[in-house]
């Protein structure tokens, strides 16, 4: 059974955002850019399941401008087995990603696509449902335990068989069975990624990453929504220290009004 993972990339994590003077968008100008946390433990629970035997092959696959080729290689270097990048020097939105990856699926016939819950950069938390939705295929999403409970049907074939995923909701946690083929997105307490090894970062050069379209696909990727303004939160105010519990009580009653 084949599992792909769709991985974003973004701004990383750890980059203090800058709004652009115009207020158009996001300056990713000199910015490091990474791959989503999210779909980083989305790639090591493929990986996991791959070295337990429940899995034949990982491929990851990005739609992006050409340097999305260093997140599909940072995959890689983790140890999945090939890339896709679909060619897009615009930003595309989550419907259309969806689509894309419908189209990708179509292609390789995988038995679980794992993404990332969200992208960090847009907080969509869209392009799971929406796939699955085209796929027609069951959905676990916030995923905190996966567990593959498949039978092989021949090489590059889907699995039967179903998976248990455990789903993080806000009353505590949920499980569900899917049937295969099933769509899983990740929440952050799924697993630990790994760091990439040397040997595996060299290995990963080999590794063949296919270029693709969006047209390859069939899907438009123009925009359907237009940002009308992006600005910076509000800065916080300072703190004040208070001399005493009684004047933090008297503070917090008076000028807080929360007691
Ligand atoms: P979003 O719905 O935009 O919050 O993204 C959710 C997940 O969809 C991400 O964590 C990725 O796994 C996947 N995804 C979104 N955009 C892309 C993209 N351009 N290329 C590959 N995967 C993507």
Redesign the pocket.
Known sequence: MKILV???RVVDYNVKIRVKPDGSGVDLANVKMSM?P??EI?VEEALRLREAGKASEVIV????PAQAAETIRSALSMGADRGVLVKAEQP?E?LA?AKILKGVAEAERPGLII?????ID???????QMLAAFLGWGQGTFASKVVIEAEEVGAGEVSRGTVDVTREVDGGLQTVTLKLPAVVTTDLRLNEPRYASLPNIMKAKKKTIEEKTPADFGVDISPRLKILKTIEPPSRKAGVKVGSAAELVARLRNEAGVI
């Open positions: 769709p991985v974003k989503n999210f779909d989305a696959v990005s739609i992006g595309v989550p990603v993404l990332g819950k969200q992208a847009d907080d969509c938390n869209q392009t799971g």
